[in-house]
């Protein structure tokens, strides 16, 4: 067991458990945040998917030991009140289904939008690699590509045009 | 550790087996006091009051709406809220939705499943099923009008109710219904209401509300199956025989007994099964649901559980039945030598076939493969099991056959069950027998006293799934020397695998084309092969199979007698419903069917219909058309699907469009990519590295057409029509391109370089 300091969603957190435990089930199993999915763990699907440091990662590759010092965003630090634009255009476009990998979309679509808040279409394609059962992938696109229309500077509101 | 365990709750001789490390037998007695009270029958319930066990309304105007139905993503929980919603007249902003809960349904003696079956997988717009919702919602509002009439010594006649707010038409006086709504819960109609006309619906037809879930979904916080946390949960993970119907042979299970947070391995034998006291009424029989033998590592996380796993020591012994079945290609023999017979089950015979003579004949043999639900939540259940009952949560797809088994597994009296619906992450028919619920409580009844949660890896879902049925199918067809439509049709269609559950004929003796006539000489049959892997439901059972092959032999009819596939079809159909021609037509303009394309591209067109296909104005009718591009490698790129249907009418159009996207994209991958194979009679793949899975970069742009729509009365559903022609669609396409004709899937295994 190793004594891990790190932030989840601007939170501290001190966690004490095998250091090999991946994030996605330190997430889940030991700070309750199941917004965070497992799917394959072994990063093919991307319903794991959090912000770590800024960046979308895969959580089921990230083992505890790396965490020192870390800032960690998952699904449900994504926006305080679900109001990000995404989650907006996500309710307003239908795009779930079951909805189980879409914590995974969301987060890796938010990942896109802070490296390129305009992304084209082949950045879209390129980028949104994880799976979806239940197809989901027009709605995704779609949602997305609403999304790259934002005006800059609209930050959280979603544009009708 | 602390051991958080209820150790009271149990008697001695289940806190000595909880000492034990090493545990192969259920510690659970029989002839248990019953532990679940009935709920009140109405009356508030703290929350609200409770008009009937489908209806609350709280103080502040909230409607709660408890469904049956479980939420796989289809909308069809939101879909049963609606339909309550549009006669109840509350304002649909302050509905909320639960699943009603099937042990209530017992001890209440149907209060869910009254005329019906409400669990098996969620048809939100089955006619009965939407008259009883409909008449649910007209009843509270009459109960709630009455209550203001009482109050207002009034006329109950005299009062308007809409979006949630009851009117004294003559003096305009308003009360919400959360106002009234305790007295009205105590109301008793004497007549139950009328429903109202459909053509006065202001809501079903009229709007596409997003999903009542949705909300949660995008913010992390809805709970499915596997999210589930219970006080003092511990977590298990399982392993059953790589080999499906293998044996536990030995495990050594000192050998993780220190690992961290591992508190016992549980060995499963299926003997163990108690069996239910009563005759179950499970929705699907129990035949299929039987445990397998297994090993699990119970610790007080999942990955702790896992590791040990990984770690432990296991010897198995394997099936006898499947050493003749070492690969699909043993399999695939045996299947050719049983449709060599041609001795299969007659299911339809017109005129004399074997009379028809013609100078072209077509003749194929066509196959689909093994194929894996792979709903993106993996299996999972959480269980509880003490000396009093058992209390499940599980992200099934059918309460009813879930409770039956937990009964079954347990052996305990359904009064002391209790099951909870929860959200599901993906079912595709994997989830309709609940074999992974009786794992989970096989699981827990080893570990009794404490809520175990048991997780299937990844890999443990592939290796032992209850796959798609494959179905390999001979046809032959005479054609008629002047029309060149098909004169004679001779056909077989072999089964593989040993569970006839799964042994469906729909989309291949009942389509029209064999049917309504227009082939006069008709002999179909089927057959089945047993073997040991376990076939099940896999969305649009066997039919998913049937329509890619019955399509793919007619369009090679078509061809065959130098006829364009969609005019062919459309003799075909000419004498059977309207619909099956509108939908051709209507997808074929919108694709521009006939336009010149490039070297290397193809449309290709298919019909099917779910679930069914020879009665009129019944079922889901789905016209798929694909344009294909093959490079000169063999590389298929899938450019647009374009989709024509007929279910009647929709009352949520949205909703409707995504199942048919979604659909769409499901049929397709097994079209492209999808096989499940086997070595030394075990599932090689295990993971998505292995089985891939279509992604949005492969993607085609999907429309989905709503003007074949009829307009005829039921709203049928549409989840499972639109998996069928698509990989027929593509596969025609890909003949139409490069002229090399595809007749098993998936087409990514064919040659299909044409340089």
């Not at chain 2, 909230?62 to 609606?82: D, H, K, L």
């Not at chain 2, 490069?738 to 990514?748: H, M, Q, Y």
């Amino acid at each position: 067991m190793t004594v891990i300091r790190f932030r989840v969603n601007g939170t501290a957190r001190t966690l004490d458990a095998h250091p090999s435990t991946p994030l996605l089930w330190v997430l889940r199993d030991h700070l309750g945040l199941t917004g965070t999915k497992y799917g394959c763990g072994i990063a093919q699907c991307g319903a794991c998917t959090v912000h770590l440091n800024g960046q979308a990662v895969r959580s089921c590759q990230v083992p505890l030991e790396t965490l020192r010092g870390a800032d960690v965003v998952t699904i449900e630090g994504l926006s305080r009140d679900g109001d990000h634009v995404l989650q907006k255009l996500w309710a307003e476009m239908n795009v779930p289904q079951c909805g189980y990998c879409q914590a995974g979309m969301l987060m890796t679509a938010a990942g896109l939008l802070k490296t390129s808040p305009h992304p084209t279409d082949a950045e879209i394609d390129n980028a949104l690699s994880n799976i979806c059962r239940c197809g989901t992938y027009p709605r995704v696109r779609a949602a997305l590509r609403r999304a790259a229309q934002q005006p800059p500077g609209t930050g959280g509101k979603v544009s009708h045009g | 550790m602390a051991d958080t365990a209820p150790d009271t709750a149990m008697g001695a001789a289940l806190s000595l087996s909880r000492r034990a490390f090493l545990l192969s037998v259920s510690a659970t007695a029989g002839g248990m006091a019953l532990g679940i009270m009935p709920p009140a029958a109405s009356g508030a319930d703290g929350a609200g009051a409770e008009f009937s066990a489908w209806v609350v309304i709280g103080r502040d105007d909230t409607v709660i709406i408890r469904v049956p139905t479980p939420e796989i993503g289809n909308g069809a929980m939101t879909q049963v809220a609606m339909n309550v919603t549009e006669e109840l007249a509350c304002a649909w902003s302050r509905v909320r939705v639960e699943f009603g809960a099937i042990h209530r349904d017992y001890l209440e003696k149907g209060v869910y499943s009254a005329g019906f079956l409400p669990f098996f997988a969620g048809h939100g717009t089955d006619r009965q099923r939407m008259k009883r919702a409909l008449q649910l919602g007209a009843s509270a509002r009459e109960r709630l009008k009455v209550a203001a009439a009482t109050r207002w010594k009034a006329a109950a006649a005299d009062i308007d109710a809409q979006d949630g707010v009851l009117t004294h038409k003559p003096t305009g006086r308003r009360l919400r219904y959360g106002q009234v709504a305790a007295e009205a819960a105590r109301v008793e109609l004497a007549v139950e209401p009328t429903l109202k006309p459909e053509s006065d619906w202001t809501f079903l037809g009229k709007a596409s509300p997003a999903k009542l879930n949705t909300p949660d979904i995008v913010t992390g916080r809805l709970v499915f199956g596997i999210d589930v946390r219970q006080p003092g949960m511990v977590h298990a993970a399982l392993r059953q025989p790589p080999v499906h119907g293998g044996k536990v042979k030995s495990v050594d299970a000192d050998a993780v007994r220190g690992m961290p947070g591992v508190r016992a391995v549980v060995i499963i034998d299926p003997a163990n099964t108690k069996g239910a006291p009563i005759r179950p009424k499970a929705t699907f029989t129990l035949g299929d649901t039987t445990a397998q033998w297994g090993v699990a590592v119970i610790a007080d996380h999942y990955w702790q559980a896992k590791m040990a796993l990984d770690a432990l020591p296991v010897d198995w012994d394997a099936n006898p039945a499947a050493a003749a079945f070492a690969t699909v290609e043993h399999i695939r023999a045996a299947v050719d030598a049983r449709l060599d017979k041609a001795e299969g089950r007659v299911l339809r015979k017109a005129g004399d076939v074997a009379a028809t003579s013609g100078a072209r004949v077509v003749d194929g043999v066509y196959a689909t493969p093994y194929c894996e639900n792979a709903a993106m939540e993996p299996l999972n259940a959480t269980a509880l099991v003490t000396a009093d009952g058992a209390e499940v949560w599980c992200p099934t797809q059918d309460q009813q056959q879930a409770y039956w088994v937990v009964i079954d597994e347990t052996g305990l009296p359904p009064e002391s069950v209790k099951l909870h619906q929860t959200f599901v992450g993906g079912g595709f028919g994997r989830r309709t027998q609940a074999d992974d619920v009786r794992m989970a409580v096989a699981v827990a009844k080893a570990y009794p006293g404490v809520p175990v949660k048991t997780i299937w890896s990844r890999e443990e879902c592939f290796r032992q799934g209850r796959y798609r049925t494959p179905i390999t199918s001979r046809f032959r067809a005479v054609l008629d020397d002047g029309t060149g439509l098909p004169a004679a049709v001779e056909a077989e269609a072999c089964f593989t695998g040993s569970r006839p559950t799964f042994h469906l004929t729909m989309g291949f003796d009942d389509v029209p084309y064999f049917t309504s006539g227009i082939v006069p000489n008709v002999l179909i049959r089927s057959s089945a092969q047993p073997v040991h892997v376990l076939n099940g439901a896999w969305r649009g059972p066997c039919y998913n199979s049937h329509a890619f092959i019955v399509e793919t032999f007619i369009d090679e009819c078509a061809h065959a007698a130098g006829a364009d596939p969609l005019d062919y079809r459309l003799r075909l159909v000419n004498t059977w419903d309207q619909s099956w021609s509108d939908c051709l037509r209507t997808a074929a303009r919108h694709a521009g069917w006939g336009r010149q394309l490039p070297r290397g591209e193809g449309l290709g067109i298919a019909i099917s219909g779910w679930p069914q296909a020879a009665v009129h104005a019944m079922g889901t009718i789905v016209c798929t058309v694909a344009h294909v591009a093959v490079s000169p490698a063999g590389e298929i790129r899938v450019k647009k699907i374009d989709v024509a249907f007929d279910c009647g009418r929709v009352a949520n159009r949205d909703a409707v469009a995504a199942q048919l996207e979604g659909g769409t994209l499901f049929g397709l991958n097994a079209a492209l990519q999808e096989e499940l194979t086997l070595v030394d009679g075990a599932v090689v793949e295990a993971n998505f590295d292995q089985y891939p899975m279509l992604r949005l970069a492969d993607t085609p742009p999907i429309d989905i057409h709503f003007d074949a729509l009829s307009g005829h009365s039921r709203m049928d559903i549409v989840g499972e029509a639109p998996v069928g022609p698509v990989s027929a669609a593509v596969g025609n396409a890909i003949f139409s391109a490069i002229g090399k004709r595809v007749r098993g899937t998936p087409f990514s295994r064919h040659d299909l370089r044409w340089i």
